[in-house]
C-alpha cells in the first residue's frame, strides 16, 4: 500500500462521518485516497494511524444480496484498509492490520494482534513423542522432508542447532506488530482472531477461536477455515481446510489437507494431502496421504505416510512407568483395519496390512507387503502378500489422481512408486532373513519366530516366491526402461548402455516421508547444513527437489549394483542371452502378479459378495441387483485394467526380446 497517494480528510467529510454517527480521538490521523466514499463509512470509531482506500463498488452476498463498499457498525484501530473493502457489524475491534483489496469482513468479535507475533512461525511442536523429545520446529515454508530430518536426526546436535537457527531467524524476519488480511479475503461470522496472518483469498466463515497462526492462501488454492473451530499455534499451507468444529492445537498443516467433522489434532504434523475425520491425533508425524475417517479413531505417537487407518485404530506410547515416551513407524502404504491396535514402540514395514491388536513390540521393516494378523493375542505375519492384494495397486494408482495439490509451488516432493530402491533393498533383506530363518530352522519346523512375530513354513515360502518376482518386475521395467533411451545395434551400444550414469544414488536409500531418497546425498547434504556450506531453508529445499526431479537416473545407478549383487553378474557385462533371461523372468512374474490382482478382484465378484442384495428376490434378482449397483466383473474399469496390462506387458517383453535377438544376429 503506497501511503503516498493518500491525503488528509476534508473538512466536508468529517461533517459527513460525524453526521453518519462515527467518531475518532483525532481525525487528523485517517488518511484516505482518491476514491473514498465518507457516506459509505457508518457507526464506526477509529483510533490510531488509519489509510483507508477507495470504497467505491459493491459486494454480492449468498442469496444475491448486494451491499456497498464501505465501513459500518465496526471500531478500526491502527489499521491500513484497501480498495473496495466491505467491513460491517464488528462487535469488539479489528486493530492492527493490513487490510487488502476486495475484502470482506462481516459480522466477527474481534481480529486484532497484540504486540510482536510470528503467526505461528517458530512455534515447537512435540511430535512422536509426548514428552518433546522429537520437538519439529515448524515455519511457513516446511516440508515433509524437513521436518523427517527435524524428527529423527536428533543424534546430529550440531545439524539440530543449525536448522533450528535458520527457522528461528525466517520467524524473526517475518515478525511483525501487523497482520495481513490479504485481498480478497472473506471473514465472516467468526469469533476471536488473534495474532493471525490470512493470505490472500482465504475463506473463514464461522471460526469460533484462531490465534498465532498463518493462514497462507492464494488465489489458486484458498485456505478455507469452517464454523466452530477452534485453533491456535498453527499454520496451514494452500488449498488446505480446516471446517465442521475440528480442534487444532500446535499443528502444521500442509497442502491439500482437510481437518473436519470435530477432528481433534494435537502436537501433530499432516503434509500433502492428508485427511482427518471425527477421530483424534496427538504428537503424530502424519506424512503425505495419512488419512483417517473415524470418530473412535486415536493416532499418537507415530509416523505414518500413504496410511489409511481404519475405524477404532488406535495405539498405546505408555507403559505406564516413565509416561509417554514411546514412539512408533508405521511405513509408506500401510493400512489399519477396524479395531486394529498396536503397542509402541513398533516398526511396521512398508505396505503392510494391520489386523487385530498387537500387543508385543514388532519390527517387520524388513518385510514390506505384508499381513500381519492377530490370532489369539499373537501376531502372525504373511510376508508379500500384499503384493498379489488388489487394494495395494489400487491404492497406488489413486494417489497421484487424488493430489489435490493447485499452487505450482509444491512443498512436499512425493515419490508414488511402489517399487522403488528403497522397497525392493527391504524385499531383498527380507529374503535373507527368512533364508536363514528357514536354515536354522530346519526342515520339521512349521511355525518359526520373527522379531515378536510368528510365521507359517507355507508363510515362509510364498513370502520368498513373491519377493522374487515383485524383484525382478522391478529389475526388468529397469532394464527395459535403460534399453529404450538407446540405440542397440551391437553388444558394445548395450552394454554401454546399461552402465551407469554416475555414483550417486549407490548405496541405502530412504523415505523421507514421501522423499525417496540416496541416503548418502542426503548425508551429503546435512553435512553441508553443519559446515554452514548450505545456509538457507531455501537450499535445502533445493537440494530435495534435485534429488527428486533426478529419481530415474540415481535410481538406475542403484539398480545397477542391486543387479550384480542379486544375479551374481554386472548387466554391462552380460551376455544377450542372459539379457533375455531377465526380460523373459520380467514377463513372468508381471503376468503372474497380474494373475494373481485379477483372481483376488475375482473376490469382490462373487456369490457371498453378493449378501444383502436383491432384498425381497431370489437368486436372480440378487444377482442383477448386484450387476445394477456394482458392475459385471468383466466391465470393472481395475479389471479390464489389469488385462489391458497383462496384453500390454507381453507384448512389451517380446518387442525387447525379439530387438535384443536382433542384435545378436547383427553382432
Known amino acids: ?83 473496495q473493502v466491505y467491513i460491517n457489524h464488528v462487535k469488539n475491534y479489528i486493530a492492527n ?9 462481516d459480522n466477527i468479535d474481534l481480529c486484532a494482534v497484540d504486540g510482536t507475533s510470528s503467526f505461528g512461525n517458530g512455534i515447537k511442536v512435540e511430535v512422536m513423542d509426548e514428552t518433546g523429545g522429537r520437538k519439529v520446529t515448524i515455519y511457513n515454508k516446511l516440508s515433509a522432508h524437513l521436518a523427517y530430518i527435524q524428527a529423527f536426526y536428533k543424534h546430529r546436535d550440531q545439524l539440530s542447532d543449525k536448522i533450528e537457527k535458520l527457522i528461528q531467524e525466517y520467524s524473526a524476519e517475518i515478525s511483525s506488530s501487523k497482520g495481513i488480511i490479504g485481498d480478497h479475503a472473506v471473514i465472516a461470522n467468526c469469533k476471536e482472531i488473534k495474532n493471525v496472518n490470512i493470505g490472500e483469498y482465504a475463506e473463514l466463515n464461522g471460526a469460533s477461536k484462531l490465534e498465532n497462526a498463518s493462514l497462507n492462501s492464494k488465489k489458486v488454492a484458498p485456505v478455507k477455515i469452517g464454523h466452530d473451530v477452534i485453533a491456535k499455534n498453527f499454520i496451514i499451507s494452500t488449498g488446505s481446510e480446516i471446517s465442521d468444529g475440528a ?75 516413565l509416561g509417554p515416551i514411546h514412539h512408533g513407524i508405521v511405513e509408506r502404504g500401510s493400512k489399519t483395519t477396524s479395531d486394529s491396535y498396536l503397542l509402541w514402540p513398533a516398526k511396521i514395514g512398508a505396505f503392510t496390512l494391520v489386523m487385530g491388536r498387537h500387543y ?23 510376508p508379500g502378500v500384499n503384493l498379489k492384494s488388489v487394494g495395494t495397486i489400487r491404492d497406488v494408482m489413486k494417489w497421484p489422481r487424488r493430489d489435490v495439490r ?40 512349521e511355525v518359526f519366530s520373527y522379531n515378536n512375530t510368528k510365521l507359517r513354513r507355507d508363510a515362509l515360502k510364498r513370502g520368498l516366491e513373491l519377493y522374487h518376482m515383485a524383484i525382478m518386475k522391478f529389475i526388468g521395467n529397469s532394464v527395459i526402461t535403460r534399453l529404450n533411451t538407446c540405440q542397440l545395434e551391437n553388444i558394445d551400444q548395450v552394454h554401454k548402455c546399461l552402465s551407469p550414469d554416475s555414483i550417486v544414488g549407490k548405496g541405502k536409500w530412504i523415505d523421507l516421508a514421501g522423499l525417496i531418497a540416496p541416503d548418502e546425498e542426503i548425508t551429503e547434504m546435512l553435512d553441508s547444513v553443519e559446515s554452514g556450506k548450505i545456509s538457507s531453508l531455501d537450499k ?43 526380460i523373459d523372468q520380467w514377463r513372468k512374474s508381471v503376468v503372474g502378479i497380474d494373475e494373481m490382482l485379477y483372481e483376488d478382484a475375482k473376490k469382490e465378484f ?34 479390464t485394467e489389469i488385462l489391458d496390462h497383462i496384453k500390454r506387458k507381453t507384448a512389451l517383453g517380446e518387442r525387447v526380446i525379439n530387438q535384443l535377438n536382433s542384435v545378436k544376429v547383427l553382432n
Open 540 to 582: 535445502i529445499d533445493e537440494v530435495f527437489k534435485i534429488l527428486h526431479d533426478n529419481y530415474y537416473n540415481y535410481e538406475w545407478n542403484w539398480t545397477f549394483d542391486f543387479i550384480a549383487e542379486y544375479m551374481g553378474k554386472p548387466v554391462n557385462e552380460m551376455s544377450l542371452e542372459e539379457l533375455v533371461s531377465i
Open 406 to 445: 493447485k499452487d505450482p509451488e509444491k512443498l512436499d516432493c512425493i515419490n508414488f512408486n511402489l517399487l522403488s530402491p528403497f522397497t525392493i533393498r527391504k524385499m531383498s533383506n527380507g529374503i535373507d532373513v527368512l533364508k536363514k530363518i528357514k536354515e536354522i530352522s530346519g526342515e520339521t519346523t
Open 360 to 382: 508385543k513390540n514388532s519390527d517387520t521393516s524388513d518385510m514390506p507387503f505384508s499381513y500381519l494378523v492377530e490370532n489369539k493375542d499373537e501376531s502372525w505375519l504373511a
Open 97 to 105: 492490520y493490513e487490510i487488502g483489496d476486495h475484502v470482506i469482513i
Open 1 to 83: 500500500m503506497d501511503l503516498k497517494n493518500f491525503r488528509s480528510l476534508t473538512n466536508t467529510e468529517i461533517e459527513i462521518l460525524t453526521k453518519n454517527q462515527c467518531f475518532s480521538d483525532n481525525w487528523d490521523n485517517i488518511h484516505v485516497a482518491d476514491g473514498f466514499i465518507a457516506e459509505n463509512v457508518k457507526s464506526s470509531t477509529f483510533s490510531g494511524n488509519i489509510f483507508i482506500g477507495a470504497l467505491n463498488g459493491r459486494k454480492q452476498f449468498w442469496g444475491g444480496i448486494e451491499r456497498n463498499c464501505g465501513i459500518y457498525d465496526a471500531h478500526i484501530h491502527n489499521c491500513k484498509i484497501g480498495d
Open 606 to 639: 462373487r456369490l457371498e459378495s453378493m449378501t444383502g442384495f436383491g432384498i425381497d428376490g431370489d437368486k436372480r434378482i440378487k444377482k442383477l441387483d448386484f450387476e445394477n449397483v456394482r458392475g459385471k466383473f468383466e466391465d470393472n474399469t481395475f479389471v
Open 247 to 321: 480442534i487444532v492445537d500446535h499443528c502444521f498443516i500442509g497442502q491439500g489437507c482437510i481437518l473436519s467433522s470435530q477432528y481433534s489434532a494435537q502436537n501433530s504434523l499432516f503434509f500433502a494431502n492428508c485427511q482427518g475425520f471425527h477421530g483424534e491425533s496427538c504428537s503424530v508425524f502424519a506424512g503425505p496421504y495419512t488419512v483417517t475417517h473415524h470418530k473412535s479413531t486415536l493416532l499418537i505417537a507415530g509416523m505414518f505416510s500413504f496410511c489409511n487407518a481404519g475405524s477404532g485404530s488406535n495405539q498405546s506410547n505408555h507403559m505406564y512407568k
